[in-house]
């Protein structure tokens, strides 16, 4: 029994010239929670891609259960569930009519769960799709995502045009689902707060590579803002490895630090005779940081 | 029951498992009450139940937490002697260390400092 | 009046594809002229000038849809003078296209007739007719040019059946009646001047208040007796049709048979044209596999097929779709061709015009997996002069009918060979590079 939701292995993308993927290696457990973090044109939406094989990677391999992504049977692909940055949904169908459509295609889809959440969400299934608002529009794709309980969900920018309830109610839905730990999420967002919430795992793609991938609480553990204070001579002579950036005024400095551990906070004390005063960072600030 | 800030840099497992200390050190949470379970906690603050449940194996490991089969934690029956002097100040040394630093900042001297102290206390007894 | 300027250089320059086509229009119509001097009364001498018209007009054809685009987005509220700047780049826009032809007719008319185009100086009463005939081409032509963007407008930005129609019946109307003015020449100034004013007039005034007239919309809407609106029920079986866009062929049949039949009122005199027209129409439909690749992604995650039974799927669904279409068309053809007292050999090589118009159009729709670039985009066009040709060809008379077999076999085996091209590109298709194009959202939230 494969418990890699998803492995991949130097996996690279060149459209033309352009290199938008570049050498990454990576494993998705089942219950992980993975938010992928990056600028825009970092690459979110090309790996989310890639990995579900609607795009073949230039280099490396990428498999999703077991299965190389370019290839996935159909066990496998009724096992996923992914929601689209733009929606693929039929405009002349009505809400009711679009669910069906979609949901004739799997064999088991849970129509209690869907109707549950089209009452909670709000969504008037005889309403016609081509005269609803864009964020009904993305709750009913994220739906369509929903009903045949996929083992592995992908979301690109789910909730980009959704206001902070609707985004709420999705994020409750999202761990609810995540809850037994059984399945493997993978969204892509810019509301940093979000992922905060409900990631474990954190990716920041950054030029194509992968500047970090790990549990979201080693991050916050591992970028700090130290406020150190001392002698304005030797501050300003300090240097400490791993640095962001570096402010100094005075007998004060500032430094944002990757790399961090409790151990290097005694060991810079003793060596420059300054006191260090460590400050964690959130989410937003670390990814700011780390852009710098 | 717990305030949990996902943007503040501590870690949200770190967060649980702060409060749940403090709230068993002053008998809030007294021993064999039920904490909520991981399902609950996580969608009614929308924070990754793996967490929370990191957060919950961590206490069970120190001992503070009961873990019964098919039932929520339980606050451990021992947990609150277990949580003798040296654990109940180490809850208090964060705000120690911060209220220490700003003193040294603001260039009071230790004497300074604990007439302060002495005084909070005393209201506080009123 | 230089953002008019700005906007008028856009629609001509925008892409590389219209920059070319504007400046190779521009060259063909010059290098026109130097063949109507040197080689007079020659056969082809229109040829060139004619190949720079298309081309011209093709070079701007981005300009319906930019200003459309344009005409609907909010940042037209706020330009001072929006909508009137827009209208006059629409303006302006169609008196360049339309002056060439008037430029030229002069000195086309002295090499028509074996002169000199030195006799213009020479001969005042000649420079003032040619001026005249060159005026009347010119208004003529303006007419033409601004009907033919209309049809385009409605075409290109109105995604559906019902753009479709409108658009065709556009062309239709465009194509027929001025087509027979220009060949007996039997405009005048005034008449054409007053029809542009009338007509431009009323298109100002309407565009100008549109924001206020926009309740009046709801009626140019086809009635939803086709049921553009669809219920689950009729659909079952069918997910990947509806998915794909193949669902209903009667939509795409009544959209056709609008135009095609006030062609046939009007056109059946000029048996060739009418014959082109249905060909177009061939075409058409199966210009609506242009999308196929882009929505069959909705169906990579969805259905149990490599990339390879994807294609062969969607080759069915389309030709399940456009066979039926095919079919009223032909039997079209044949009914009011033979009502009308049409030539019968004319209508037996409509036949396989028809399904070659088809099938030429599907498989080049296929071939669709990564835009449209050069490649595809030729091909288009050479098809259709192909099409275009054999008509031309039946009409001139029986002995071309060799001609006319060797034509059609070629596009057979053209067929073929575009299919397999497809196959393998849909083989290799990457989505990333093949998405939807945003439609913009007609309602605001």
Redesign the interface.
């Known amino acids: 029994m494969n418990d890699m939701a998803v492995q991949a292995s130097h996996l690279s993308k060149s459209f033309g010239p352009k290199r938008v993927i570049d050498d990454l290696s990576f494993e998705v457990s089942r219950g992980d929670v993975i938010g992928v973090l990056g600028k825009n044109g970092a690459g979110k939406t090309t790996l989310l891609e890639l990995m579900l094989g609607f795009t073949p990677p230039s280099g490396g391999a990428v498999s999703v259960f077991g299965h190389a992504s370019g290839q996935l049977p159909g066990g496998v692909k009724s096992r996923v569930g992914f929601v689209p940055q733009q929606d693929e949904l039929l405009d002349q169908l009505s809400v009711a009519d679009q669910l069906k459509v979609i949901a004739s295609f799997y064999g088991a889809w849970d129509a209690n769960l869907i109707e549950r959440l089209c009452a909670e969400w709000r969504l008037d299934p005889k309403a016609r799709i081509k005269s609803m608002s864009v964020g009904e529009r993305q709750k009913l794709s994220i739906l369509l995502a929903f009903g045949h309980r996929p083992d592995l969900l992908v979301l690109d920018e789910p909730v980009a045009s959704l206001d902070p309830m609707a985004r709420r109610q999705f994020l409750e839905q999202l761990v609810d689902a995540s809850a037994d730990g059984q399945r493997a999420i993978i969204f892509s967002s810019h509301i940093v707060s979000d992922i905060e919430r409900l990631a474990n795992r954190i990716w920041i793609l950054k030029d194509g590579r992968l500047d970090w991938h790990g549990d979201l609480d080693s991050l916050k553990e591992s970028v700090v803002r130290l406020h150190i204070r001392g002698v304005a001579q030797v501050l300003a002579g300090l240097s400490v490895p791993g640095a962001l950036s570096q402010r100094h005024e005075g007998a004060f400095a500032t430094v944002v630090v990757r790399d961090w551990t409790p151990a290097r906070q005694h060991s810079i004390e003793e060596s420059a005779a300054v006191e260090v005063e460590v400050e964690s960072l959130g989410l937003e600030e670390i990814f700011l940081e780390l852009h710098r | 029951m717990f305030v949990l800030k ?9 967060q649980i498992r702060d409060q749940v200390r403090r709230l068993v050190a002053s008998g809030q949470l007294a021993p064999g009450a039920e904490l909520p379970s ?2 609950d906690l ?2 009614r ?7 929370v ?1 990191k957060a919950y194996s961590l206490l069970e490991a120190e001992g503070l937490l009961e873990r019964n089969r098919g039932r929520p934690m339980t606050v451990a029956s021992q947990a609150r002697n277990s949580s003798h002097l040296s654990k109940r100040l180490q809850q208090v040394q964060p705000l120690v260390e911060q209220t220490v ?1 700003a003193a040294k ?1 603001l260039e009071l001297s230790e004497t300074d400092l604990l007439k302060s102290v002495r005084q909070n206390w005393e209201n506080g007894d009123e | 009046m230089s953002t008019v300027a700005r906007l008028v250089y856009s629609y001509f320059m925008c892409t590389p594809m219209t920059r070319a086509l504007t400046l190779g229009g521009l060259a063909l119509y010059v290098f026109s002229l130097y063949v109507m001097a040197s080689w007079p009364q020659s056969e082809h001498m229109l040829a060139f000038a004619a190949a720079g018209q298309i081309a011209l007009f093709l070079g701007s054809a981005m300009m319906p849809l930019m200003f459309g685009r344009i005409a609907q987005s909010k940042a037209m509220v706020l330009l001072p003078h929006g909508r009137l700047k827009l209208l006059f780049s629409a303006l302006i826009t169609v008196a360049i296209i339309a002056a060439p032809a008037g430029l030229v007719t002069p000195f086309a008319y002295v090499a028509g007739n074996s002169g000199k185009f030195s006799d213009l100086s020479k001969y005042p009463q000649l420079r003032d007719f040619t001026v005249n005939l060159g005026l009347v081409i010119y208004t003529s032509s303006c007419i033409l040019a601004g009907w033919l963007y209309v049809a385009m407008w409605f075409l290109s930005s109105q995604r559906n059946m019902a753009g479709l129609a409108k658009g065709l019946l556009v062309i239709v109307f465009t194509l027929f009646l001025p087509a027979r003015e220009i060949r007996e020449l039997s405009g005048t100034i005034a008449w054409n001047l007053q029809a542009l004013a009338v007509v431009w007039t009323i298109f100002g005034a309407g565009f100008l208040c549109w924001p206020r007239l926009r309740m009046v919309r709801a009626w140019w809407r086809l009635p939803d007796l086709l049921g553009t609106q669809t219920s689950a029920r009729r659909t079952s079986g069918r997910e990947v049709d509806l998915i794909l866009g193949t669902r209903n062929p009667w939509l795409m049949i009544a959209a056709l048979t609008l135009p095609l039949v006030i062609a046939s009122r009007i056109g059946t005199g000029v048996p060739a044209v009418w014959l082109f027209f249905l060909t177009i129409f061939s075409t058409v439909t199966g210009a609506i596999a242009g999308q196929a690749a882009e929505r069959s992604r909705a169906l990579w995650l969805r259905r149990d097929w490599s990339r390879a039974e994807i294609f062969l799927q969607a080759e069915r669904s389309f030709w399940r779709h456009n066979s039926v279409v095919l079919g009223v068309l032909l039997a079209l053809m044949v009914m009011i061709g033979s009502y009308s007292g049409l030539p019968l050999n004319l209508l037996a090589a409509g036949i396989p015009l028809l399904v070659l118009g088809t099938v030429l159009s599907t498989y080049l729709g296929f071939m669709i997996t990564r835009g449209i670039r050069w490649p595809e985009a030729s091909l288009g066009i050479a098809i259709m002069l192909a099409l275009m040709a054999i008509p031309l060809l039946l009409e001139a008379g029986n002995a071309n009918l060799a001609v006319v077999c060797a034509i059609e076999g070629c596009l057979a085996v053209l067929a073929f060979i575009l299919r397999s091209i497809a196959r393998r590109r849909w083989e290799q298709i990457d989505w990333s590079q093949c998405r939807p194009a945003k439609v913009l959202s007609t309602r605001q939230a």
């Open positions: 996902p943007q503040s840099g501590v870690p949200i497992y770190r991981v399902r996580a969608v603050h929308a924070v990754n139940p793996m967490t449940s630093l900042q």
